[in-house]
């Protein structure tokens, strides 16, 4: 499965990690990590220590989730990226908007 | 059912056999034809076009390796699934039977349940294939609707940005022709004092939903630009329009880049593509690097419109690629990359040559071309180019206000958010005589402007210019003065008089500054060519008559027709 | 029943597909298989080994479908024969397909009026 989630134990914090490459193919899949009606984390993390490539539409889907998670107030970090994706995410300043580590 | 009845053709020689299977078939429910040798199965398909042929593989007249290949290539795509009856048991008969078509044997003495159920397996393969073939037509129809459509896009959206001058003698660039629907957009347009505008886009996604935003870009790019609306304008229009349009997720990476002719300048503004350059002369490099999020993410309130401005002497060129260049991956998953990149730009040694070797380095790394690249190059020129900018208007025939005068006070509130030269610029072309004259008009405007603004009201030195390095602390400072501005004001003073013959324009320009030498500076102007020199020895060439007054505070400039 | 020249069991599964037209079935095999024996003849006369391949092949395949194994056999090394090109080899099994024809159609009209009768 590229895309995995968890939710932290007190419900606060949802974990979604991706393998390979995260692109257009896994929109429906990453969506439905997120939106799920059971849960209300207040924390998103997107877990990138397995994302190789990340293309604009995975750009595209990150803003999507910040969106949902409530835009500006959202809290979302983006974790181990590798310096491929962290130079992607760079260029697009996505720092701006996102927690990066 | 009535659908499960077949017409089975029957192709055996030995009457009894054939008498036996024409039985168990038509038992099954299905139409039989039999024919006793292969010729006459041939003739019988043709005739009946049955969907399915039990053939027996040694025959007379014509055998039914023979009549089983020319069945096969009557029936074209459709599937006429061929079981040969066979007693034969070496395999190279078999092989035979295969070469020629067959899809199947059936080895006798016959085996009535394994014949039906052969029957039916075949059956439902030849569904299956009808069912493709009708898939795979539907799929080509709407494909080439879909391509249709395109074209008709396209050539909707040429319209839009052609009006461009993307075929300037300074420019070079390549795109595929299937760029718009890759999301990428290449715009370029003269401001109406000569500047030349460059964007470069690349929408999220591809097809139509990473085309349709390019349409509004354009339009807000080019109308704004023949305007004189300043780079920081244009970008804070383009960003909301393209929030407001498109949908979350969808965004436009760009760079977005001002040469002026006249200032021998370069302003960018890089939002999520990867670095431009500014490839100087002397085979040095300035990176142009994204400082901002793509047009289209942002509200219009978080929005940094914030430029970098770098000095640009003839022989320089700006360059500006897509992300297919750095993306482009070989058969190792390997991208092409940034210092692959750099390397062709180290060896370069002909300029013109640079698009050309780096599609070879491109190629030759991935083992084919690729064809979803986009590159601009912009070189920096002599002014000469001042006269081929036309000022966009719509020409009513009217003469327009020929005798009027009218005074407006910028203030420091104002001068820090409004540019009021695109404004005062329409008010002016409202005179027909003074049309012509647009772009020239603009230039002056524009020029005695920041003049005022820059060295009158925020008191800037024009000598840090010198260098490069005071040059863009220049710019700082501009950019830090300007966003606390708290006093001073700028005054547009325009007088015009005219009659059916012609008339004049009388400007002024005046500040609230502590004026300035203007002997002296004129006379320094005159010996300098640093970045600084220009500004004033362009009012007057292009006016017909300049001077300054109250010790530098006013500058006044006329135009005649 | 363990019989070499006819299988009762082929030929009550023939019975059971062809219903009615079972009769028919059998004169249809008689008849053909007096035609084959004709050609047969004519080939080996001619010396026309293929067309004695062609005509034993065919033989041999409704033999079989019919029950008639020992005939089916008989073709069998007929159609071997003549692929090789060994014509000496033919004479003598000609005659022994002949008289197991004989028996074999014989049973088989035996079979045709007890079906008729029966």
Known sequence: MAISSQLSSDGQELTISIQGRFDFSLHQAFRDAYERADIRPRRYVIDLEGTNYLDSSALGMLLLLRDYAGGDDALISLINCNPDVRKILGISNFGQLFQIS | MASDRLVVLIAEDSPADRMLLSTIVAREGHRVLTAANGLEAVALFEQERP?????????????????ARRIKQMAGEALVPVIFLTSLTESEALVRCLEAGGDDFLAKPYNRVILVAKIKAMERLR???????????????????????QRVAKAVFDKVAHSGCLDAPNIRYLQSPHALFNGDLLLAAYNPSGDMYVLLGDFTGHGLPAAIGAMPLAEVFYGMAAKGHSMPEILREMNAKLKRILPVGVFCCATLASVSFQRRTLKVWNGGLPDGYLL????????????????????????????????????DRLFLLSDGVLEAENADHQLFGEQRLLAVFDANRQPQRLFDEILTAVERFRGRAQDDLSMIEVGMMDVGMLSSAPVPFVDTGQQGPLDWSASFEFRAESLRSFNPLPFLL??????????GQGGALYSVLAELYSNALEHGVMELDSSLKRDAAGFSRYYRERGERLACLEHGFVRFHLQVRGDQQGGRLELGVEDSGKGFDVARVLAEQERLDGFCGRGLSLVRALSK????????????????? | MDDQHLDNAVLLGLQEVMEDEYPQLLETFINDSR???????????????????LAAHSFKGSCSNMGAPLLAGLCRQLEDAARRECLEEVPALLERIAAEFAIVSIRLKG????HRFG
Do not use: K, Y
């Not at chain 2, 040694?58 to 055998?63: A, W």
């Not at chain 2, 008559?545 to 400039?557: N, P, S, Y």
């Not at chain 3, 024996?37 to 080939?43: E, K, N, P, R, S």
């Open chain 2, 51 to 67: 969907q399915l042929v039990l053939m027996d593989a040694l025959m007379p007249v014509m055998d039914g390796f023979e009549a």
């Open chain 2, 127 to 149: 569904r299956l294939q009808a069912t493709v073939l009708e898939q795979r037509d539907l799929i080509a129809r709407h494909n080439e609707h879909l391509l249709s459509e």
């Open chain 2, 280 to 315: 100087r002369a002397d085979g040095s490099r300035e990176p142009l690097v994204s400082r901002h999020l793509p047009l289209g993410v942002l509200d219009a309130e978080d929005f940094d419109e914030r430029c970098e401005v770098f000095p640009m002497a003839p022989g």
């Open chain 2, 426 to 435: 329409q008010l002016l072309l409202e005179v027909r005589g003074l049309r």
């Open chain 2, 545 to 561: 008559r300049c001077a300054w007054e109250r010790g530098g505070t006013l500058a006044r400039a006329e135009f005649h027709w």
């Open chain 3, 35 to 53: 035609d084959r024996l004709g050609t047969l003849q004519q080939a080996l006369g001619a010396a026309d080994a293929q067309t004695l391949r």
């Open chain 3, 111 to 114: 079979e045709l009026q007890r």
